[in-house]
């Protein structure tokens, strides 16, 4: 608990600041712009999941300090060397034109390299935090983060889509400095290759899961925007943002909390695992439900006063999305915990599910976008509660004994 209260102090501060920016953002930005930003958006957090080969969410489990340190030195250099890589294979979409990326101007490679290099580096330096109990240091990044995006957006507006894009790569990479200090900590490692063998199941089973889920998330914007036009793309892209919110400031703070403590469980007690994980999932279950019963109840009205009227649409998204809300920011705070067991396939199985979905709307192409809505909310709520009843059964001391005994070199 003071480990939650260390983070979300910091970005208490953080996520005020955002909310207050966000009508500024819609104020200054077209919904159209708002829809490109979204196809940034959806590319980086792909690229950005690919450039570690998801090695960082070995560092809270690694059995070792030198592991650990390993680990993090590993995906830093992975990092540096994908970060370019991921502005060739946009560049290579953009031509191609597929899902409307040729809307994304020529400058947007060089920012999405810029943006991927931030977000993977400081997803690395946030696990290695957490493996280090430096809550108060990753409450503090965390606010840096929040900080700078929408402020550096705010402030680039006049350069139109350039200050939309550019504000959100400069501000990925603002507060990495923070953690320079644990950084000489990373001349303690084991042998890099042998470690990352050893971890290989990551890259393994983490990295696809990785890849899918994100996309299942992410490819909500390009597939609205191929069949809808990027104006209701912008329209959903602004939706996801408001319902993202509470995940990536207190839920992130949870979530890095509960997976060092389910770690420390793993190794320790695993008979307390699962009885920990319903005990935080109760709690992030009454935390939210406010929250979407406000945006069920009048999500139009305050979409409309908050960000203008010609964000209406917006709120009647919000309106379908708050029983997915309730499900994303239970489900995915605990869902780390599948990593400490044998059962890492069954993520892998709710990704390949969720993606589906994607392609369901695809596949159907509803003549209303407000039914491809529903359609997203309703298979996306469903496949958070099987996920978590799955979670719940793989929480069996004996496998997580198994699954620490294994991942030991």
């Avoid at 390993?70 to 830093?76: G, P, V, Y």
């Avoid at 329209?235 to 839920?251: E, I, N």
């Amino acid at each position: 608990m003071k480990g939650v209260l260390s983070i979300a102090g910091g970005t208490a501060i953080a996520q005020a600041i955002t909310v207050l920016t966000a009508p500024i953002l819609t104020r200054l930005y077209t919904p159209e712009q708002m829809g490109v930003w979204g196809l940034f958006l959806s590319f980086v957090g792909v690229a950005s999941i690919a450039a570690t080969l998801r090695y960082e969410l070995a560092i809270v489990a690694a059995n070792s300090d030198a592991d650990a340190n390993a680990l993090t030195k590993s995906c830093l250099i992975l990092t540096a060397a994908c970060a370019p890589v991921s502005a060739l294979v946009l560049e290579a979409m953009r031509r191609a034109g597929s899902f409307h990326y040729s809307d994304l101007p020529s400058w947007a490679p060089a920012c999405a390299a810029i943006a991927v290099f931030g977000s993977a580096c400081g997803s690395t330096l946030r696990f290695y935090a957490a493996r280090l109990s430096a809550f108060t240091l990753v409450g503090r990044f965390t606010v840096l983060q929040a900080v700078a995006r929408p402020a550096l957006q705010v402030l680039l507006s006049p350069l139109g889509t350039l200050g939309l894009l550019g504000g959100e790569a400069a501000g990925r990479c603002i507060g990495l400095s923070a953690y320079r200090k644990h950084l000489a900590n990373l001349r303690h490692t084991t042998s890099l290759t042998r470690t990352l063998v050893i971890y290989r199941q990551f890259p393994l089973i983490q990295l696809p899961s990785s890849l899918l889920s994100t996309a299942a998330l992410l490819a909500q914007v390009p597939v609205f925007a191929s069949i809808y036009g990027t104006q209701i793309a912008g329209y959903l892209a602004l939706s996801q943002r408001v319902v993202a919110m509470p995940v990536a400031l207190l839920g992130s703070a949870i979530a890095d909390v509960f997976y060092a403590r389910a770690g420390d469980l793993a190794r320790t007690e695993p008979a307390l695992l699962r009885r920990y994980v319903l005990r935080t999932a109760a709690h992030l279950l009454l935390l939210i439900l406010p929250l979407a019963a406000a945006l069920l109840i009048a999500g139009p009205h305050l979409v409309a006063a908050i960000f203008g009227d010609a964000w209406a649409p917006s709120g009647q998204i919000l309106c379908i999305f708050a029983p997915l809300m309730v499900a994303q920011f239970t489900v995915s705070s605990v869902s780390r915990a599948i990593y400490l067991t044998q059962k890492q396939h069954f993520r892998l199985l709710y990704d390949i599910a969720a993606l589906c979905a994607q392609f369901l709307i695809l596949l159907i192409r509803p003549e209303d976008w407000r039914t491809a809505v529903y359609i997203l909310s309703y298979s996306g709520t469903v496949l958070y509660v099987l996920f978590f009843v799955l979670l719940l059964h793989t929480l069996e001391p004996q496998a997580i004994r198994r699954a620490t005994t294994a991942s030991n070199p």
